[in-house]
């Protein structure tokens, strides 16, 4: 199956279809994201990346300003947000896609380094993100930050 990733704003013909597949995600933050779709909770530059197979949305993530981390950590933005992928999907390397995907619109808006939270141990480091800091978690279980710097080529 051929996987797209396409970067998405409310004008888009997938946002709703998107929306309906964040809220029936096995994940509660898939519902805090069709939460926030749903009152356009973005800056006019935040985006929300989805996989499509057949029209079908299978996985997003969020490209956006704040990682809701700690306050000294203030300076660290813009995060990937939210990285998700259906289930029956997880063995295809979307999350890879979707985590390339907006570190290209990352270096399109001119960043050198994004930011990702996460409590899983040992996932992101495998698509080339660094740990920098580990923390308390602010909202949710995420406790641990990395960064990666934005490919120049």
């Known amino acids: 199956m051929f996987t797209k990733i396409i970067v998405i704003n409310k004008e888009h013909t997938l946002w709703d279809k998107t929306i309906r597949f964040a809220e029936k995600s096995s994940w509660r933050a898939g519902k805090r994201l ?6 356009i909770a973005f800056l006019d530059w935040e985006k929300v990346l989805i996989a499509v197979q057949d029209e079908e949305v299978i996985g997003f993530c969020v490209f956006e300003n704040n990682g809701n981390v700690p306050e000294k950590f203030d300076d660290c933005h813009p995060f990937i947000n939210s990285v998700f992928v259906d289930e029956r999907h997880r063995v295809h390397r979307i999350s890879e896609k979707l985590i390339s995907s907006a570190l290209q619109y990352a270096k399109e808006l001119g960043y050198q380094k994004v930011y ?12 080339g993100f660094r740990k920098i800091a580990d923390y308390e978690p602010v909202t949710g279980l995420a406790n ?10």
Not at 116 to 127: D, F, Q, V
């Open 34 to 39: 069709a939460e926030r779709m749903k009152n």
């Open 144 to 153: 641990q930050l990395f960064e990666i710097d934005v490919p120049v080529s």
């Open 116 to 127: 990702l939270k996460s409590e899983h141990h040992g996932l992101y480091e495998k698509y």
